[in-house]
């Protein structure tokens, strides 16, 4: 690590903190990222996993961030293609809730709040035809909408910024606490520990950023002494994992009794998501985890839809984050803004700290631009903003995805061709640099199950920062969802033995 100060220095590891990291980067600053976890180890990959402006949010005349997100959609395509793409949302008209001509309203100004390119508008649907779109519903939903929104791979999108950063000279360091930070002669004095081995080492910078989502009054609170003015509220959002519930590449939005909305998405190809919730969290100790109740909540809503109940047999998976969002005094949970705010504090000839609290997938590079329009003033020479101009890692792909995944299939025609475009959905054009001279599954190194390989774990190690199992089968892959407890065992074992040598900010 060079003696010399960084520009700026990121706490966070999730998709706030590496999206500011890469926009910092190649605006030609130094930057320096301290996740003490695993990148996208908390909330960033438990998210519902949609690109999306936010239909319910009109509700709350949430536009500036309605706007925002929906003109964020194409821009996110073009940049990482292989880890996002365009669905279909079909909202089931509920007789008894909101009024259609309500959703109607709602679904123009959605078309036409921000420009679309690609994305398709929305339009009126008959289910009493035979659509396939109702076949799975109860015949009580006769008629219902469809609009269009996007799927990400949420901890992907982290990791992907995390190399981009890396790639114009930024420093991510993973596994690593700040654990004290100072000011002192015009620059910050921090702390960093290694979470392995506990070993501290002191870095300076001539700023930082707090995107320590849930952590960042705590990261305040401790790390810095300080006693912050703004406030978040923690809200837990589950989700279940079921088997595949229905056929077709759209999902289902569902209308609930107290107002909320669920999704039901297809899902690695062999299950269904559904969630979210929205529970407020007065103290937060340990993982999240889903409760009884909201798997009651989910299984519920989904099943005043679906012709065929969903039933707690059919889950083979859950997962829960904690959203930390801008207090902004609304006592409904599922009311409270989405939009983030960012808090600039320092006197004049200080350092600066921005910290970021709240916002969204969709909105994340947006966020990091507007986070470094704040700190513009501190940094003269740093470069304009760019961030939307150029793809993520593995984006480039010179073709539309399905061409390349052709391409892909054409050049290793020994390898299964299901298995290669799982592989280019995870990597985009960097699937070359995995595959490189194999011919057939047996050049891939030893098998995982659930069509995992070392090569594959040996590339994500090298370049991904994934360092113990769960980081390969939840984060980095979802293989986790065929992977039995044996080999995942044998997982973290064959990672143990093939640890690359190579200090973690490389």
């Not at 960033?44 to 536009?63: D, N, P, Q, V, W």
């Not at 409904?332 to 939009?339: E, L």
């Amino acid at each position: 690590m060079s003696s010399e100060p960084a520009d700026l220095l990121i706490i966070g590891g999730g998709v706030n903190g590496t999206g500011i990291a890469r926009d910092a980067a190649g605006r030609g600053l130094s930057i320096i990222l301290a996740e003490r976890n695993d990148l996208a180890g908390a909330t960033s990959s438990a998210a519902t996993k949609l690109i999306h402006g936010g239909l319910r949010y009109l509700e709350h005349y949430e536009f500036r961030l309605v706007r925002e997100a929906l003109g964020e959609r194409e821009v996110l395509m073009k940049m990482a293609p292989h880890i996002i793409w365009p669905l279909r949302f079909v909202l089931p008209h509920h007789p008894g809730l909101r009024p259609a001509w309500m959703i109607r309203i709602g679904l123009f100004l959605y078309d036409n709040l921000a420009g679309r390119v690609t994305l398709p508008g929305s339009v009126s649907v008959d289910f009493t035809q035979g659509d396939a779109r109702g076949r799975p519903l109860k015949k009580e939903f006769k008629r219902g909408f469809e609009y269009s929104d996007c799927w990400v791979d949420d901890a992907r999108l982290v990791v992907l910024n995390a190399m981009a950063a890396r790639s114009m000279g930024g420093q991510i360091f993973t596994r690593t606490a700040v654990t004290a930070a100072r000011r002192d002669g015009g620059l910050w004095h921090v702390t960093l520990t290694d979470q392995i081995t506990n070993v501290s080492r002191e870095v300076t910078a001539r700023g930082i950023v707090n995107a320590g989502g849930p952590w960042v009054r705590e990261t305040l609170t401790g790390a810095f002494g300080q006693n912050p003015k703004n406030s978040v509220r923690l809200i837990k959002g589950s989700h279940i994992v079921t088997k595949k519930l229905f056929d077709g590449d759209h999902c289902y939005i569902f209308q609930n009794a107290d107002n909320r909305i669920i999704f039901a998405i297809p899902y690695e190809r062999d299950f269904t998501l559904i969630g979210t919730t929205d529970i407020q969290l007065e103290k937060w100790e340990g993982p999240p985890r889903i409760s009884e109740e909201e798997t009651t909540y989910l299984l519920d809503a989904a099943s005043e839809y679906f012709k065929q109940p969903v039933t707690r047999e059919q889950i083979v998976w859950s997962f829960a984050g904690v959203r930390p969002l801008y207090d902004d005094g609304d006592s409904d949970p599922s009311a409270i803004t989405r939009d983030y705010v960012l808090d600039l504090e320092g006197k004049s000839g200080e350092p600066p700290l921005l910290s970021v609290y709240g916002g969204k997938l969709t909105t994340s590079r947006r966020l990091a631009e507007h986070a470094l329009q704040k700190l513009a003033p501190f940094y003269p020479k740093m470069g304009k903003p760019w961030s939307g101009t150029k793809p993520l890692p593995g984006g480039e792909l010179g073709m539309a995805f399905d061409a390349f995944v052709a391409d892909l299939r054409h050049k290793y025609p020994g390898l299964d061709p299901a298995w290669l475009a799982r592989l280019a959905r995870r990597h985009g054009n960097a699937a070359h640099e995995i595959l490189g001279d194999a011919q057939w599954a047996s050049d891939l190194g030893e098998s995982f199950g659930g069509g995992l390989y070392s090569r594959e774990v040996d590339y994500l190690m090298r370049r991904e920062w994934a360092r113990e199992a769960d980081d390969v089968l939840w984060r980095r892959t979802k293989c986790g969802l065929w992977v039995s407890a044996t080999d995942r065992e044998r997982l973290a074992h064959w990672m143990a033995q093939h640890r690359p040598n190579v200090e973690t900010g490389a």
